[in-house]
């Protein structure tokens, strides 16, 4: 499996500011994948990002709210703009399995906005 | 009614014991399965993927019902370190679907 690492670790922001989200991985990978889980919640997919094209976001997540960006097949970047305390949550990235349609996780990055 | 749903548990099991969970998934078009570990503030790692004929990995077992629309996990012989939350998982046309979790607590 790709060994996937995450920056920030955590933060704590103030409201009405943004925070990108750095995601690594030791290989290339076509698809990586961004997810929030909001405390005692499962993981919800926020948008796949794709290199070389815009992401595929899912319902109820917005370009202009998550931005993503794909430069190459080993990074991506999440920003969560205009940040509310209903932002708070931990965002993951992900890439698919090499096999098959299984998932490999970062670390997640823990947001507190206040 | 939710696309993936699992018992929130807590599953409180003491160690050496045998425990089983069971998750459905509403939409039979649904294509693989699979079962993660989540440890508390961590993400969540494949533990493994469930095939229609049913499939072992040490002390886990996974399983697999078309007909009534469930998968399940056992685990025997239960250790403390199996404490977490598992994550029942499905995809469906590409589309990876989580489920909240069953959080087990294994007691020494």
């Known amino acids: 499996s790709a060994v996937i690492s995450q920056k920030p670790s955590r933060d704590i922001c103030q409201r009405g500011t943004s925070l990108t989200i750095q995601c690594q991985v030791d290989?290339?990978?076509?698809?990586m994948f961004w997810y929030r889980q909001q405390p005692g919640q499962s993981l919800t997919l926020i948008a796949t990002?794709?290199?070389?094209?815009?992401?595929?976001?899912e319902s109820g997540f917005v370009i202009d709210k998550f931005p993503i960006s794909r430069p190459n097949l080993t990074f991506s970047t999440l920003t969560v703009s205009n940040m509310s305390p209903e932002d708070s949550s931990i965002y993951l990235c992900?890439?698919?399995?090499?096999?098959?349609?299984?998932?490999?996780f970062g670390p997640g990055t823990r947001l507190t906005v206040t | 009614r939710k696309e993936v749903e699992q018992d929130p548990g807590p599953f409180n099991v003491p160690e050496g014991a045998t425990v089983a969970f069971n998750c459905t998934y509403s939409?039979?078009?649904?294509?693989?399965f699979f079962w993660y570990r989540q440890d508390c503030r961590k993400e969540p790692k494949l533990l493994m993927s469930?095939?229609?004929s049913g499939n072992e990995d040490g002390r886990f077992t996974a399983q697999l019902n078309r007909a009534s629309q469930y998968i399940s996990l056992l685990i025997r012989d239960s250790k403390l370190s199996d404490s977490a939350t598992y994550l029942c998982?499905?995809?469906?046309?590409?589309?990876?679907?989580f489920g909240k979790g069953t959080r087990l607590h294994i007691l020494p």
């Open positions: 469930v095939y229609s």
């Open positions: 992900s890439v698919g399995g090499v096999f098959g349609d299984e998932q490999y």
């Open positions: 990002a794709n290199q070389g094209s815009e992401a595929t976001y």
């Open positions: 998982v499905v995809n469906r046309d590409d589309k990876i679907i």
């Open positions: 290989s290339q990978v076509t698809m």
């Open positions: 939409n039979s078009a649904s294509q693989s």
